[in-house]
Nanobody, 122 residues
Framework: VQVVESGGGLVQSGGSLRLSCTAS????????VGWYRQSPGNERELVAS?????????????NYADSVKGRFTISIDNAKNTVYLQMNDLRPEDTAVYYC???????????WGQGTQVTVSS
């Protein structure tokens, strides 16, 4: 199983970024996919998660941290084994390494990506 994140970078406050998480070697629709973030001195926290729908692009259940509601949107494309995190109105406090996690809903399976750095300047 390989999980690869991309899309991080440096952006000014109020800007936007879109992160991508692509997985290979699994049946994507069997997993709940979450974006987590961790900044220095802090614990890793859940930012948003999504469970895949039945069809290729149908939207499953989503969940967001209160701090990002209304600014971040998580979406999934089962056909591409990819989950996206659209981040708008970014703030300096959003600066962190963002990680993608795939957790199988039934049975074992818990996979992490290597992380992608997001830096928001004030």
């Amino acid at each position: 199983v390989q999980v690869v994140e991309s899309g991080g970078g440096l952006v000014q406050s109020g800007g936007s970024l879109r992160l991508s998480c692509t997985a290979s070697g699994i049946i994507f629709r069997l997993y709940t996919v979450g974006w987590y973030r961790q900044s220095p001195g802090n614990e890793r926290e859940l930012v948003a998660s999504i469970t895949s729908g039945i069809t290729s692009t149908s939207i499953g259940h989503t969940n967001y941290a209160d701090s990002v509601k209304g600014r971040f949107t998580i979406s999934i494309d089962n056909a591409k084994n990819t989950v996206y995190l659209q981040m708008n109105d970014l703030r300096p406090e959003d600066t962190a390494v963002y990680y993608c996690n795939l957790k199988r809903r039934l049975g074992p399976g818990d996979h992490w990506g290597q992380g992608t750095q997001v830096t928001v300047s004030s």
